[in-house]
Structures are given as structure tokens and as C-alpha cells.
């Protein structure tokens, strides 16, 4: 039986996007360098803090919508900064307001300032509730498969669990945890939080995630315009490797060349 992966497009609530890099909108060192990073790396999809961030809600204050276009770009409006349920669904509405309608959102329910893991009680509540509501949930979750699980069948449209934690840059600490969620998971899967460097998005591809969705890695980066355009490639290259297929890892050397027919 062939093991060959043939590929298809990423798709998330229906729609079908060209890039699996989807990135952050925040800590960069003022619009220009956001505009410029957020081109760089051929993203598609831009997440924005919705309680962190003007949408319009302020008038006469700078409108991240005027250097990224919603005709351009897919604004994912996500609920950072809220530690409790009934504080994540009431940004989601207000970001549908914003945007007119827009339903496509990225959950997070943070548990504490310090570790900014997630809540995963009040992100199963959020979650339920924005379904009902018509919302099409992409969520932010711990790298519990269980936990995974529960919230693809609440009817979330993507699940999103660390690498790491949010802001540390040390890559996927639990490799063996994500592909128990990869295995079983019937929605897309993209790491969330904890990518430092190219590498790390490429080892998130070859693993077999749908996407990689990243913000600290680029916006602190010493050149976060050159480090946008890594990752582009680095998605890229894992994704072309995942689909390749690695070869086998043996214990011992094996010569590149066979040694039959050698001329003595």
C-alpha cells in the first residue's frame, strides 16, 4: 500500500488560502515596519488583538486597517488579553461589529499574566457559545489531545495548540503530544505560540500541521522584515518535506552508492 502524501489546498470555514503562514499584527515598532514585515512574509491571514488594537472603534487615532486591507488581506481577530469566557465572546461580537459581519475568529482564553497558558475550562465554554452564535472558531488550546478533541467536536473549524508558550521562542517542547493531535484530529491543525526561528516552523510542517500561526518570532526578530521572509520559506520547506516523505533512520552508516558492480 503507497505511503505517498499527495497534497491539498489549506482550507479553513470554507475558504482556501495560498499561504500556510499566517502571522500577528502586534510589537512591532510602528505600522510602516508591520506593513513591511506582514508583505515579506506572503501571509495571507493577519490575527489582530481586537482589545489591543484600533479597528475603527477609535476615530482619529491610526487604523491598522489602513496598512492592512481587509480587500487584501484576512483579518483573524482574536480575543488576546481575556481570561474568562464571557470576556472572549463579547470581543468576538465587537470585532463582528468592526467588521461587519465578519464571523472567521481566533479564541484564546489566557489563565494567568505569567505563563499566558490557556484556560481550557472557560476556552470549552467560549467555544460552545461562539458556535451557537454563528462564529467560525479557530481556537487557541494546550497541546492536550483530549482537549483537541473536545473542541474540534464543539465544532471549532481549527484547532491551534502550542509549541510553547506565547513570547518564549523555544520551539515545540512536546513533538509527541502534537502528532497524537495530528493523528486524530478530523479539522486542520496549526501551531500556536512558541516559535523562535525558521526551524521551528519547518519541524511544525514536517510533522504534518496545516499551518503555523506566529507573531514574537518575526516582530522581535533583529531584522523582522529579513526574518519574515525566512519563515515564508521555512513553511514552504517543511510543508514540500512533509509531503516528500523523510527518509528512514537507521542506527548504522549505509553507503550512498550501492557496492555491487564496483570495477576491481
Not at 105 to 113: F, G, I, R, W, Y
Not at 174 to 185: D, M, R, T
Amino acid at each position: 500500500m503507497s505511503n505517498v502524501r499527495s497534497d491539498k489546498p489549506f482550507t479553513v470555514a470554507g475558504r482556501t488560502f495560498q499561504s500556510r503562514l499566517l502571522v500577528g499584527t502586534g510589537k512591532y515598532k510602528d505600522m510602516e515596519e508591520t506593513r513591511r514585515a506582514i508583505e515579506a512574509s506572503g501571509a495571507e491571514i493577519v490575527t489582530v488583538a481586537v482589545r489591543r488594537t484600533n479597528l475603527g472603534q477609535n476615530p482619529g487615532e491610526p487604523n491598522l486597517l489602513d496598512v492592512l486591507p481587509p480587500d487584501r488581506y484576512t483579518i483573524l481577530p482574536n480575543t488576546a488579553g481575556c481570561y474568562d469566557a464571557i470576556e472572549a465572546v463579547r470581543t468576538c461580537r465587537l470585532a463582528r461589529e468592526l467588521l461587519d459581519g465578519h464571523n472567521l475568529v481566533k479564541l484564546e482564553v489566557l489563565a494567568d499574566q505569567k505563563t499566558l497558558f490557556p484556560n481550557v475550562i472557560e476556552t470549552l465554554k467560549a467555544a460552545e457559545t461562539l458556535v451557537k452564535d454563528g462564529f467560525d472558531v479557530m481556537v487557541y488550546t494546550s497541546d492536550d489531545p483530549i482537549i483537541a478533541r473536545q473542541l474540534a467536536e464543539i465544532g471549532c473549524c481549527a484547532v491551534m495548540p502550542l509549541a510553547g508558550l506565547i513570547g518564549t521562542g523555544l520551539g515545540i517542547c512536546n513533538p509527541y503530544n502534537l502528532q497524537i493531535i495530528l493523528e486524530e484530529s478530523k479539522v486542520p491543525v496549526l501551531v500556536d505560540a512558541g516559535v523562535g526561528t525558521a526551524s521551528d516552523a519547518t519541524i511544525a510542517m514536517e510533522l504534518g500541521c496545516e499551518a503555523v500561526l506566529m507573531n514574537s518570532a518575526i516582530a522581535h526578530a533583529q531584522q523582522p522584515v529579513l526574518m519574515a521572509e525566512a519563515m515564508k520559506h521555512a513553511i514552504l520547506a517543511g510543508r514540500m518535506a512533509y509531503l516528500a516523505g523523510r527518509m528512514q533512520k537507521k542506527l548504522y552508516a549505509s553507503a550512498s552508492s550501492p557496492l555491487d558492480g564496483l570495477i576491481k
